[in-house]
């Protein structure tokens, strides 16, 4: 997210009103779509970090991808029908345009357009599709990714990413969903997938699979400006069971509260982080003349150069914004939703900084921006699913929540692929060939002791028929 390597789009939303028969005006909000993003890209920043040794694409050059963003309309519930006799008039979907009506009152609605609207009918299944598995497949590629839900608690955020399914596959969330497709599609032999799953609890990074990590510092790579937190655990995949079995492990340290708006309200963020490694296919050595003659002088002629892809995929559960006077928060639930409401609000203003190509980008204000740094402005693919509720009593929250969708669909990153000479495999196939050089030259040594060995002995041989031949020759003449 840091202004350095951020890329921006610099449009604004349009802006339109309309007269339906009843004299009803509408205001539409939403980016035009005949803008082409790559336009906004200045060339002078698609520059790749020399240090980083990674080819962000067959012709080095990053590639602009803009953010993503899906609305989820949460089905009505048993509170929304007795206390919201008109719900039904507040939200209006509009799916075949993608766009989402907002009734502020008998005369007026606001209009926001987005990538994708799903109904409150739309399956598990179809939200992943959409949603997630592009970003799955880039990561599977090489690029970095990230899928988030923000909406406002009660909403549906965590049911879409997390829910487990454990009954009912149909059910299954995003983040089983992504690692299912995810070990499907890597080979045990040379690929690996290791994953961390962390929560961000009242500004204190802690590990959900390790509860006694707590403070776990969050480290930035000077040169790269990539975000790691090597104090947290991170744990190989064996297969889809193992993975089940840490997701459960991890939603039961997650904090979570009852409120008002929500029987099981999480009072953190969670974010699971998911490291892909895969082989790619071996590089000629014409193909990295640039590292010079010294370091292509390591590959045997003839041989390929071979190289890894390292990716990482994000899969982030905000808590949701919360009015107190409305969830009832009191004592301590108030100050975890105050620090819920702080971190949201940073990255709001990260994400408003982005989209108006402000030259500070406030990243190093909350805990959660720095996190999502390679998020939004940075490297990775991103894919946002916002969810609202259909009461109109929540009209604020949910009219921020669009809000938010807006503009975070004007923040550009730079995609780059993440593809590195493979030093480790490179140094197991050399010592291969130097075992098995050695393992000839054994041999030949070998059979030339042996060709000498019978060689003497058929010398021997020689000799002592010359000898005996000689003696008969001798004899003869006396």
């Not at 028969?21 to 790559?38: A, F, L």
């Not at 029987?263 to 963020?269: A, L, Y």
């Not at 082989?279 to 000629?284: G, L, M, R």
């Not at 190509?357 to 916002?386: C, Q, V, Y």
Request: net charge neutral.
């Amino acid at each position: 997210m840091a202004s350095g390597s951020a890329m921006r789009s610099s449009h604004r939303p349009d802006r339109q009103n309309s007269s339906a028969p009843s004299s009803s005006t509408s205001r539409h909000v939403g980016p035009p779509p005949h803008i082409s993003v790559r336009s906004k890209v200045p060339s002078s920043r698609r520059s790749v970090t020399p240090t980083s040794r990674a080819r962000a694409s067959e012709d080095n050059d990053p590639e602009p991808g803009r953010v993503r963003v899906a609305v989820r309309l949460r089905p009505r519930n048993a509170e929304d029908l007795v206390s919201d006799a008109d719900f039904g008039d507040f939200v209006e979907l509009q799916p075949e345009m993608k766009r989402v009506k907002l009734r502020k009152n008998n005369w007026s609605s606001d209009s926001y357009r987005f990538d994708e609207v799903f109904t409150e009918s739309a399956s598990q299944k179809r939200i992943y599709e959409v949603v997630a598995k592009p970003v799955v497949e880039s990561v599977l590629n090489g690029y970095n990714g990230t899928v988030m839900a923000y909406g406002q608690t009660g909403t549906g955020k965590t049911y879409t990413l997390g829910k487990l399914g454990n009954h009912d596959a149909s059910e299954r969330g995003i983040m089983v969903r992504a690692l299912e497709d995810i070990i499907a599609n890597i080979s045990p032999a040379s690929d690996s997938v290791e994953i961390s799953y962390l929560q961000l609890y009242m500004e204190s990074v802690q590990d959900l699979l390790a509860p006694e990590k707590i403070n776990i510092p969050i480290v930035e790579d000077p040169k790269s400006g990539e975000v790691s937190v090597p104090g947290a655990a991170v744990v190989r995949m064996q297969n889809l069971d193992h993975f089940l079995e840490l997701l459960q492990i991890g939603e039961a340290n997650r904090h979570a509260s009852n409120t008002k708006l929500n029987t099981e309200s999480s009072r953190s963020h969670a974010i699971l982080m998911v490291y892909v490694r895969r082989s790619s296919p071996e590089k000629e050595d014409n193909d990295f003349s640039f590292l010079g003659k010294e370091s292509r002088s390591v590959s045997p002629a003839g041989h390929g150069m071979p190289t890894v892809r390292k990716s990482k995929l994000l899969i982030v559960d905000l808590a949701g914004s919360e009015r107190l006077d409305k969830s009832g928060s009191e004592g301590h639930m108030a100050e975890e939703a105050k620090f819920i409401n702080l971190s949201l609000t940073s990255l709001g203003k990260c994400i408003n900084a982005l989209a108006e190509n402000s030259p500070h980008i406030p990243t190093r204000d909350s805990k959660l921006t720095r996190l999502l740094r390679d998020s939004f402005g940075g490297s990775a693919r991103t894919s946002l699913i916002i969810t609202v509720g259909p009461s109109s009593r929540h009209h604020a929250e949910t009219t921020s929540t669009m809000m938010f969708g807006q503009r975070a669909m004007k923040v550009v990153n730079m995609v780059k692929l993440k593809e590195e000479f493979d030093y480790e495999s490179l140094c197991r196939k050399l010592e291969n060939q130097v075992d098995h050089l050695n393992a000839e030259i054994d041999r030949q040594q070998k059979s030339r002791e042996n060709d000498q060995i019978a060689m003497d002995k058929k010398l021997g041989e020689c000799q002592n028929s010359f000898a005996e031949a000689e003696k008969s020759l001798v004899a003869r003449s006396e």
